[in-house]
T-cell receptor
Framework: GAVVSQHPSWVICKSGTSVKIECRSLDFQATTMFWYRQFPKQSLMLMATSNEGSKATYEQGVEKDKFLINHASLTLSTLTVTSAHPEDSSFYIC????????????FGPGTRLLVL | DAKTTQPPSMDCAEGRAANLPCNHSTISGNEYVYWYRQIHSQGPQYIIHGLKNNETNEMASLIITEDRKSSTLILPHATLRDTAVYYCIALLYNFNKFYFGSGTKLNVKP
């Protein structure tokens, strides 16, 4: 299957700093990428959808000014958590969807964020 | 998207078949059924999807009832590495968004 990578896999930061997470589709062009957040013992929660070259669309209740998403190319999307606080500590997962056919989403391995 | 209902947990003996049910009674004619699994602290892994015919690949089989109101994911010979949360999702052919439910925690025991 298609491969999606995320970087970094782990990040620890101080409260108030910003953290950028990269999501890359390694062997296919991703017209659409998605960002999810998962708290311990909970299911994945969709945060936003990003299409290459256009603004991301955010799910209800997700602050777009806090979670900045950029999808500048067909293989890269970034999520920046601005002014991170301890309550932003979570497991962030991206997925990517290709261009044609009955498309499946392929997920990255996730990034664990701990804000101190 | 159609709502899906899955049992919260199931046990299976190693080497035996694991049959994971999913109810999607409000599914529409052009909604596919997707199955993913998430092993602890990893991103979800695609398993299989189908529309109305049964499907099989190297990982699993998907059996969809004739009325499409439910489906079963079958892992033919479960191993300890199949211990994970399994998610059943119903959505339109080219619709973007996956909304994950609670899934079924499959515990494969020696």
């Amino acid at each position: 299957g298609a491969v999606v990578s995320q970087h970094p896999s782990w990040v620890i930061c101080k409260s108030g700093t910003s953290v950028k997470i990269e999501c890359r589709s390694l062997d296919f062009q991703a017209t659409t990428m998605f960002w999810y957040r998962q708290f311990p013992k909970q299911s994945l929660m969709l945060m936003a959808t990003s299409n290459e070259g256009s603004k991301a669309t955010y799910e209800q209740g997700v602050e777009k000014d806090k979670f900045l998403i950029n999808h500048a190319s067909l293989t890269l999307s970034t999520l920046t958590v601005t002014s991170a606080h301890p309550e932003d500590s979570s497991f962030y997962i991206c997925s990517a969807r290709g261009r044609s056919g009955v498309e499946t989403q392929y997920f990255g391995p996730g990034t664990r964020l701990l804000v101190l | 998207d159609a709502k899906t209902t899955q049992p919260p947990s199931m046990d299976c003996a190693e080497g035996r078949a694991a049959n994971l049910p999913c109810n999607h009674s409000t599914i529409s004619g052009n909604e596919y059924v997707y199955w993913y699994r998430q092993i602890h602290s990893q991103g979800p892994q695609y398993i299989i999807h189908g529309l109305k015919n049964n499907e099989t690949n190297e990982m699993a089989s998907l059996i969809i009832t004739e009325d499409r109101k439910s489906s079963t994911l079958i892992l033919p010979h479960a191993t300890l590495r199949d211990t994970a949360v399994y998610y059943c999702i119903a959505l339109l052919y080219n619709f973007n968004k996956f909304y994950f439910g609670s899934g079924t925690k499959l515990n494969v025991k020696p």
